[in-house]
């Protein structure tokens, strides 16, 4: 390998980051997205690291499952259409120490910069993910879909709300996320609480949606991390359109017993606190 850019994991990053500008999710510095590396992906990378990495700077969150352990990241105020351009100066890696506290940069943003601000956000949600999965979730991905976004300002505030309207707008979704979608109301970005708020949520759901702000999703690897904000932002393009054509009236839907009958046959378990009795 001659250069850390011919390295597979770097390569998916930077699809990821390119597919999410192209479906119109990143405007200017929008969305940021981060990858928990595998052992060997580290050791594969590692001969390309800084001679001498950067500081070590405190995160204001900590988490002991997190420690020693290497993420990718973009870059704070970076654009995520530069990354497939310039993936050295606008990504990076990152190494947690020994207290699970604090990261210094081995890699990347060459012109200058730090992770994403919302890296305590993410840095959280790995910890609860890798917990609740076993260690199998590595991706956490923030953008801001606008249809998604849209309907923040018409829908309940609730996870049931949104939930089952995105299940009932296209038929793939009680399949794609049968635990539903959790909504944070609306607060200030980058800070603890917000990261606190979505975490706390992030145990049960796989997305959590940010009112007002955009959407924030967890999985294993960039396809199925990617393919649930693209089935959820097009379930929600849906939803939209139907509420436009039909002055806010939808005549019919999906019904909880058709919801009911696709898990069974795709051998899902739906969340029913969010279907009716």
Not at 160 to 174: H, I, V
Not at 204 to 215: P, S
Not at 250 to 261: E, K, P, V, Y
Request: hydrophobic letters at 40%.
């Amino acid at each position: 390998m001659k250069s850390i850019l011919d390295s597979e994991i770097i390569q998916g990053y930077i699809r990821m980051c390119n597919d999410g500008w192209l479906q119109g999710w990143h405007e200017r510095n929008g969305g940021n997205l981060t990858y928990r590396m595998k052992a060997e992906e580290v050791s594969e990378c590692k001969p390309f690291f800084k001679k001498t990495p950067g500081e070590w700077v405190s995160m204001g969150v900590q988490a002991d499952n997190l420690k020693n352990e290497y993420f990718i990241s973009t870059g704070s105020g970076k654009f995520l259409r530069n990354v497939i351009l310039a993936p050295q100066d606008n990504i990076c890696i990152v190494e947690i120490n020994d207290k699970g506290d604090s990261y210094r940069i081995v890699w990347g943003l060459e012109k200058g910069g730090r992770p994403t601000s919302e890296f305590p956000s993410h840095f959280l949600n790995h910890s609860v993910k890798k917990e609740a999965t076993n260690g199998e979730y590595r991706v956490i991905y923030h953008a801001h879909p606008a249809n998604l976004i849209a309907l923040t300002y018409v829908l309940p505030l609730t996870a049931k709300a949104f939930s089952r309207a995105l299940w009932q707008s296209a038929t793939e979704c009680p399949v794609v996320f049968p635990s539903g979608v959790g909504v944070v109301e609306w607060m200030v970005p980058g800070g603890a609480e917000i990261a606190l708020a979505t975490s706390k949520l992030m145990k049960e759901f796989d997305a959590a949606v940010w009112a007002h702000h955009g959407l924030f999703v967890s999985g294993p690897d960039f396809d199925i991390t990617f393919g649930l904000m693209h089935t959820i932002e097009k379930s929600a393009e849906i939803y939209v359109k139907a509420l436009s054509c039909s002055g806010g009236k939808i005549a019919q839907t999906i019904t909880d017993d058709n919801l009911r009958a696709i898990a069974k046959d795709f051998n899902v378990k739906l969340n029913e606190k969010f279907l009716e009795k």
